[in-house]
């Protein structure tokens, strides 16, 4: 009998089976031969919230939530962060290597390139009220480019689908900040092709307030750096959506909507902002150790720690947190961040959150920072659109590029009624 197999024996029947395992797994659809008759459907696996489930295969994220681990196509998150601007590391999640000089400064020019948006985007979110949530905002806008690009219906082209994640990348931070703009009662401010990736979402965001400041390198280089740590995260709720949107062959620009729709929730992009809220409600540094014993007793979360992957420190709130240092000590030292410091000394210190393995995650750190930034709270998640949508249009071309993959379709266990005649 062969080590990497897995034997179950039906205590049912005394059936039984030798199941193969691979790569950890095994799947699930051998179980279906586990019956106790020929007419039985078979067993099936129960997995709400997919909490032990793999539905793909994938080799462009590596997370290791016990050692606290991030890697890009197997580069670590610190060294990309680093060394490495977001459009690199977009280029990298798309075609699974580094560009060198040449090929970055090709894409830097075709990203540029697409900066502008079809005329009909700019009127759609005219139409949006200014009291409108910029997520929905968004994806709508995102999901209109679907008609007014019709050729990314072809989804079987590879220079096809290679356009249309460049103009997604491209056109993303354009139509937030439009969007922006729109919520803010402000006119729109056109984009510029002189300006890098960055630095032109800044230029359109604010009119144009930052381009000759003495700190714009500053903040271009903090967002760059934030867009990188969002840009990718394994099978997460929005590529998860991605993936299964994509599956019956549907555009780029739909797919990503979806996605956007999926991120829009507090229980997934949302939650720095409800860091920030908290922040505010503790109001001093003094207040802290009150909260954490409410915590402790129940009687309020403390928003920002622990995370369904990491069982360790998120390697991306450490690099946040240096980030949040570089512009405090440029703009002026924040009452909100010496009360986000004095949480994470207390609880990295405390028995309760040690042992329960609640670390500081990445939005623990972010909400600050946009909001030194000027950014409203409101905005904060489609600050993390505009990172994660280069990941989402990798797992988006991977997914069409597998061949094992099918049309999404879960089983569910029916637990309605049998059967019941309708009344007379």
């Not at 080590?3 to 059936?15: A, C, E, G």
């Not at 080799?59 to 196509?73: F, Q, S, V």
């Not at 356009?163 to 439009?178: F, G, H, N, T, W």
């Not at 750190?365 to 409101?378: R, W």
Request: a negative charge; glycine letters at 6%.
């Amino acid at each position: 009998m062969s080590k990497d197999t897995l034997t179950i024996i039906d205590n049912r029947t005394s059936q039984e089976y030798e199941i193969p395992i691979s790569d950890g797994t095994i799947r699930t659809r051998e179980l279906r031969n586990i019956k106790v008759s020929e007419d039985d459907f078979g067993l099936m696996g129960y997995d709400p919230g997919y909490m032990n489930t793999a539905s793909c295969k994938s080799r462009i994220t590596y997370i290791d939530g016990e050692k606290g681990i991030l890697r890009y196509r197997g580069y670590p998150i610190e060294q990309l962060a680093e060394k490495r601007s977001f459009l690199d590391v977009a280029y990298l999640l798309f075609f699974g290597e580094l560009p060198d000089e040449k090929s970055s400064r090709e894409w830097d020019h075709q990203i540029r390139k697409c900066y502008q948006v079809p005329d009909e985007i700019r009127r759609l979110i005219d139409v949006f009220p200014e009291h409108a949530h910029p997520m929905g905002m968004v994806s709508s806008a995102v999901s209109a480019l679907s008609s007014l690009y019709p050729d990314s219906r072809n989804v079987e082209d590879p220079e096809n689908r290679r356009m249309e994640a460049i103009r997604l990348i491209a056109q993303v931070p354009v139509i937030s900040a439009m969007v922006y703009r729109r919520i803010s009662g402000l006119p729109p401010v056109p984009p510029n092709e002189d300006l890098p990736y960055s630095s032109n979402f800044l230029h359109m965001m604010f009119d144009g307030s930052f381009d000759n400041d003495e700190t714009a390198q500053l903040l271009e280089k903090v967002l760059d750096t934030l867009f990188t740590l969002h840009g990718d995260h394994e099978q997460n709720c929005s590529t998860t959506t991605v993936r299964g949107v994509g599956s019956a062959n549907t555009d780029p620009y739909l797919a990503v909507a979806s996605a956007v729709a999926a991120l829009a929730g507090p229980l997934h992009g949302g939650a720095n902002e409800s860091v920030l809220k908290m922040l505010h409600e503790i109001e001093s540094p003094d207040n802290v150790r009150e909260r954490i014993e409410m915590a402790k007793r129940g009687e309020a979360r403390l928003m920002g720690f622990g995370h369904r992957v990491y069982k360790n420190y998120d390697p991306r709130a450490k690099i946040i947190k240096k980030l949040a240092h570089e512009i405090f000590a440029s703009i002026g030292t924040s009452r909100l961040l010496d009360i986000a410091l004095e949480l994470e000394r207390i609880t990295l210190s405390d028995d309760y959150f040690i042992s329960r393995k609640l670390y500081p995650n990445v939005d623990f750190y972010s909400g600050l920072i946009y909001e030194a930034l000027g950014f409203p709270s409101n905005f904060f998640t489609v600050l993390f659109v505009i990172g994660r949508t280069p990941g989402w249009v990798s797992q988006w071309e991977e997914m069409v590029l597998d061949d094992e993959q099918k049309i999404a379709r879960p089983r569910q266990i029916y637990l309605g009624h049998d059967y019941r005649d309708v009344a007379d």
